[in-house]
């Protein structure tokens, strides 16, 4: 499926950040572009469903839609015990 690649590259995106922060991630924010090939529901649709199969269950996501820009991006990461940082 189409999408199905993107979220195994999130997934390992995540991991390798968890791994080098030494902390566990608490939140993450991804960032949609109106006009790209995905939209909100869309790409929570897929992420709900490939996150079962990850430790990333309980991780809390943010989407937002942006008017322009790239089509998927993760725009913040909050990691447990570290207060809000985004872009
Ligand atoms: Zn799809």
């Given at each position: 499926m189409h999408d199905i690649h993107i979220l195994k590259n999130i997934f390992k995106y995540l991991q390798e950040q968890e791994d080098q922060a030494c902390r566990k991630l608490k939140k993450v924010h991804f960032s949609i572009s109106?006009?790209?090939?995905?939209?909100q529901e869309h790409f929570l649709e897929h992420y709900r469903h490939a996150v079962r199969?990850?430790?990333?269950?309980g991780l809390e996501i943010a989407v937002k839609t942006i008017?322009?820009?790239?089509?998927?991006?993760?725009?913040g990461l909050e990691f447990a015990g570290q207060t809000s940082k985004e872009e």
């Open positions: 109106e006009f790209g090939n995905f939209n199969a990850t430790r990333f269950q008017p322009f820009g790239p089509e998927l991006e993760i725009t």
